[in-house]
Nanobody, 124 residues
Framework: QVQVAESGGGSVQPGGSLTLSCRTS????????LAWFRQAPGKEREAVAT???????RYSDSVKGRFTIAKDNAKETAYLQMNSLKPEDTAMYYC??????????????????WGQGTQVTVSS
């Protein structure tokens, strides 16, 4: 019953910015972890950022300092603000939700609830 939907993707020039949104519904848990993953053609899906119910965040080394994950509990929406975008950031970006007993998840196999993705393209 958990629903996840991403939006906000688009095409930008290197150095530009985009903010992705992840609207969620259908769950009420004390503990959760929400993640943004991305997958480029020919590459494995990789986590770029996570945020849990305690507000703890984690970023991949490739996006640390450029991306920011945040959440609005009232709107049941999470955001991924992406700054200083690089061509290598080009990928389909997915939002996913999991419900760990504690801590957070980093691997895609640990998530059961996925959105359909939103495309981000960074090119000159």
């Amino acid at each position: 019953q958990v629903q996840v939907a991403e939006s906000g993707g688009g095409s930008v020039q290197p150095g530009g910015s985009l903010t992705l949104s992840c609207r969620t519904s259908g769950y009420t848990y004390v503990n959760y972890c929400l993640a943004w993953f991305r997958q480029a053609p020919g590459k494995e899906r990789e986590a770029v950022a996570t945020i849990d119910s305690d507000g703890r965040t984690r970023y991949s080394d490739s996006v640390k300092g450029r991306f920011t994950i945040a959440k609005d509990n009232a709107k049941e929406t999470a955001y991924l603000q992406m700054n200083s975008l690089k061509p290598e950031d080009t990928a389909m970006y997915y939002c996913a939700v999991a419900f760990p007993s504690s801590g957070g998840y980093w691997l895609s196999d640990e998530y059961d609830n996925w959105g359909q993705g939103t495309q981000v393209t960074v090119s000159s």
